[in-house]
């Protein structure tokens, strides 16, 4: 198959697989979407072998070249981020029917209806990872926005669909500020391609109000403080196949855009002051997220805090625009997906076994559940960033940066950050592993299958692996570094 | 002024009331309404500047991304009533 | 441009701009909606001033129509008993409000300094579009972008479509949310008369997008009024979501375009780059089945997925 196939595949095959699944009758959609899971992922493997073999390729739809037409480009961010996507699927294709059919709460239908509406959500992801087009990226994201709000309402009990309508509000009207932004954008350079809207951007009052418009919309969708309010309720009350796909992928969707957008088009206007309040509000995010994690006594809600604490490392590289810095947000954004949707699958299967999240009643619980007890431990050493994982060598990256810089401020944040992540995570483990079973609790307990516990071991294991192996998507990455990093 | 110029400042305003009654209302059927009022307040916008010159050939792009726009402006439209009435229903103590 | 327009264009954007305010500070949600439904209408008329009659029909029958009429349901639906929904918290005092004041006008400052600072004139694709219709499958340039140059983001506003019907579903059965006027002879022997119009009128609207404004869009719009006006009459029933037929035919849109872009990769010419000479063939195929999906999905969307068993009750 040509090279630049493999990208309007990668968009095409889960749409399709999306319609034939919600067409099937409900009995064959675990295994076509188990079937399609397998395809997808080798697809995308196989384009980040390519991309790391030839480097970046481009394809324009329908044989018109931009500005007319729309173009798809695949360079290292977008190969890593596809990679991650198909790492993360693989496993939850074989969790995730597992999970729907022991989880008595959610309705019959959750299970049936998660297929057709992950693989809607796969498609915009490889979409926006693909997207050189800032209005097809807006397409790109009400599909990924309006699939997320249907997965959270799986739940179906009350919480879930109130979280759900919040986050649909909320992710509409991000979507408008987007938008408002690509209109002023086309009204100062008549394109909607990003390289070449960045090719002749000019610092007028249009470019500086399309880059705080689209900034603040897609600020809500990736949730950075103070924009975080609405994600701990629609993380945690989602079914936990879903809050993986989410905390993992979801949200680095509309940060990838942001980064495009930010380092292509708009670095010859200047990011300086703008560039520091994001750095700022990253280090915000870090201290509140982990406060409000450890305060929590529900573990779904601990783990969504957690990820409004790491989705604030992803920002520094905004202040620290240095090319270390940006191979460190990339790697946390792969290590962080890995840990967190296997943290959040872990999560999903105490809440299974134990009937019931509550942390202060876990008394031991790690001796009836020692595997899924160590995914924890393991995810934990990642989002901790303990060496060998991939949240050290990411952490590291970013540490060398500000300190190369002299950014004081941000040394002390991403070290402090590591231990605010302790701060959080130890306790919970400290109930698991100490303390005695309570005799009571005994009757509510069933053992796991192995469908149920491998898949976020597997995860976990993965984050770890990423930081001995760092030097695979650091290469990746190299091929494709923007030219307005310092 | 011309005729294109004073619309997409409509737009502009429409856009600024919808965001003021976005956050100040409270039912979320209106804040549904608000977020289609911005919408059409930010398609004014793609169009007046499609032809904001007179004499200039009308630009077919921004037509055609409104037309897009409407459509998935309706389509999330109609997913949040139907939440919204899931909900309602929830609320009532039917299932 | 004379002053008798250039009052007339004032006039228009100050009463769109009055409606606007007036529905979103509506003292009751009835009032809301049929003041949103007169703010859609004028839209429509805006567009036809602005040369738009693509979206001014679009806005007349989607925007305006389509939304109305959900929303109406939907508030017949809200308005049974008690029903808790999340109403969120009403802003308290006066620093908060001061706050929000200050974002909306800061909003429209910096838009209306940005629109007055654009380069003139303006750059546009125009010079890009006309030149290219030749060797495009349509002749009507608005036409020509949608489902030519730009397919690709159409293709995937129509997986947003049967996405919202899939996510609408994945809720579970609603009832059908309007009494019905079943036994009314009059409305029910209009909607006989009014139907094969209905259908022949967006077969019309189909065919004439090639070259003027129209296209599939309005076409399926006038189709989803006519199928809306059957419910309503109690000549038809909604359609029963647990058939797989029925759910084939709504995702035959998408299945159609993403066949013809699959189809053209496959045969060697890149996704959506129609062979010569069939590129009017297979926009008119893929705009009928946009049609059909199109009426369909809103159909879907008014009268929700039943049940056979509740739809016997």
Known sequence: MNPADLLVWLVLLPVLLAALLFVAPEGWRTRLGQLGTLLCASLALLLAWQVLQHGPISVALGNWQPPLGIRLHADGLSALMLALTALVALPLAAHAPAWFVRHEAAQSRAGAFFWPLWMFQWAALNLLFLAGDLFNAYVGLELSGLAAVALVALGGQRAALEAALRYLLLALFGSMLYLLGVALLYGAGGVLDLTLLGAQLEADHASRAALLLITLGLLIKTALLPFHFWLPAAHANAPAPVSAILSGLVVKASFVLLLRIWFEIFHPIGLGGAGEVLGALGIAAIIWGSLQAMRQERIKLLVAWSTVAQLGYLFLIFALAVELAWAGSVLHALSHGLAKAALFLAAGNIVLALGHDQIHRLHGAAGKLPLTFFTVALAGVSLMGLPPSGGFAAKWLMLQAAIDLGRWPYVVAIIGGSLLAAGYLFPLLRHALAGTHDPRQREGERLLSRWLEFPPLLLATLALLLGLMALLPMSLLSGGMPVSLR | MNMALWFTLVGAALAAIALHAFFSRRHPLRRLIALNIMGSGIFLVLIGLARLYPGTLPDPVPHAMVLTGIVVAVSATAFGLVLLRRLARLGRGET | ?313
Do not use: K
Not at chain 3, 179 to 185: K, L, Q, T
């Open chain 3, 1 to 313: 441009m004379s002053g008798v327009t250039l009052a007339l264009d004032l006039l228009l954007g100050l009463s769109l701009v009055w409606l606007a305010w007036r529905t979103l500070a509506s003292p009751t949600l009835f009032g809301a909606i049929v003041l949103f439904i007169a703010f859609g209408l004028l839209m429509a008329l805006v567009w036809a001033r602005l040369d738009a009659p693509d979206i001014a029909l679009a806005e007349a029958a989607v925007g305006a129509g389509l939304t109305g009429v959900l929303l109406l349901a939907a508030l017949a639906d809200l308005q049974q008993g008690d029903n808790l929904l999340p109403v969120r918290e009403p802003l308290r005092g006066w620093l908060l409000q001061l706050i929000l004041a200050l974002c909306a006008l800061g909003l429209f400052t910096l838009l209306t300094l940005a629109l007055l600072g654009l380069p003139s004139p303006p750059p546009s694709l125009a010079g890009q579009v006309l030149p290219r219709l030749d060797g495009a499958g349509a002749s009507h340039p608005v036409t020509a972008v949608l489902l030519d140059f730009r397919a690709w983001d159409t293709l995937l506003e129509i997986a947003v479509l049967l996405l919202a019907v899939v996510a609408a579903w994945s809720l579970g059965s609603h009832p059908h949310p309007n009494p019905r006027i079943v036994g009314s002879e009059v409305l029910q022997g209009l909607v006989r008369v009014l139907l094969p119009f209905a259908v022949l009128s967006a077969g019309y609207l189909v065919w004439r997008g090639g070259f003027a404004p129209g296209g599939a869009f309005q076409a399926g719009t006038v189709l989803a009024a006519a199928g809306i006006l059957l419910l309503l009459s109690g000549l038809g029933r909604p359609f029963n979501g647990r058939h797989w037929l029925w759910r084939a035919l709504l995702a035959s849109g998408l299945f159609i375009f993403t066949g013809v872009a699959l189809g053209t990769l496959l045969l060697g010419g890149g996704a959506l780059d129609y062979p010569a000479g069939l590129g009017y063939g297979l926009i008119l195929a893929i705009e009928l089945g946009l049609t059909l999906t199109i009426g369909l999905t809103f159909i879907a969307l008014y009268a929700g997925e039943q049940d056979a068993a509740e739809e016997r009750e």
